[in-house]
């Protein structure tokens, strides 16, 4: 199965690539797309688009995972902003017929650490383990982008296999 992993956001969009067969995911390819920071919403928006379509047609991908947006009550404006960006996304994916599983922060976090409250560190760290990284993932976006697609692949899986994943399994 191929697996695009989104973690939107307005300025700066983390996206991992993985290929995944029955509990062993291979990253392909992971990274960021930005916008420049004094355009235009409407022109950071479009760009986002772009950035989309480009990443669709390059990979191909069954499904894309895209982290849901979490705003909290002090900062509601920052939440509208990455809603937009989030928007884009999910209509660029529509457009192509491309399936989108959206998850929540602390439903990845558990999937892939089997803690919802996990330490970014920890899930970095948890992230290099299961794929053999040399390195932590890095930034951050590229880090939950990753993470995104894991858990889409640990809900895919268990949906075929009728199982818990092996991640949550090894937590119990």
Known sequence: MRILGIDPGLQVCGY??????????????AGVFRTERSSLIEAKLNQIAVDIDSLLEKFR????????????????RTAILMGHARGVILQRCAQVGVEVKSFNATRIKKSITGNGRASKEQVQKT????????QLPEPNDVADAIAAALCCANEVNNILVGGASPTLQSQK
């Open 16 to 29: 991992a690539f993985l290929e995944a067969e029955q509990y062993t995911e291979k990253l392909i390819e």
């Open 61 to 76: 991908p069954e499904i894309v995972a895209v982290e849901q947006l979490y705003s909290h009550y002090t900062h509601p």
């Open 127 to 134: 992230i290099q383990t299961l794929l053999a990284l040399p």
